[in-house]
């Protein structure tokens, strides 16, 4: 059996992002992704179509998708595939994400922006406490139930979706500029 790693695959190297279409060897990165051998079982294997970001040591990134066995290991599967000779940079770092082609994902009906304003909401109610901000929350919160067809978000003396969101919300800020920081600190 074959694992297939044909796709489109995104350059990027000193802020430029480069799309091609690639079926043959990569001769700028020395890489082989058409399609790699390899030692798979054919029953029972959970074969899965996965987006795959590799990054390397000269901060040059591929983006591709690959059709990934999960029962093996991923770490080894990406570096049999996305490995350069041994002249060339190495693999630093990488990330995979299944890609679930049936499933409508809440990024469809809501962008990104969408997400970041409810953020934004957040964040301003943390400092100011103003019910306005307040009502906004609820209000964005009421109209995402109502797109997604989902109960109305609750808020009684005893429990509030708006207050456990703020909260949440702020957790992941939190969380974001912690990691964010540390990533800049170990690049001293």
Known sequence: MVALGIGRVYYTNCGKKVESHVTSRCAA???DITIKETNMKTNNSDMKECLVWVHYSDNAEINVEAVLDLDRSIEEQVYELYGRSPEDPEIVGFSWQIIDN???SSSELYSQSDWAE???LCA???ETASADHYHAITTWLV????THDLPLPEDTSEWSDTRYTIKEALSFLDKFAENWNSELESRK
Do not use: M
């Open 29 to 31: 990165y020395n890489i």
């Open 124 to 126: 301003r109610y943390s």
């Open 143 to 146: 109209e995402y139930s109502k």
């Open 102 to 104: 049936n499933k409508t």
């Open 118 to 120: 409810l953020f934004a």
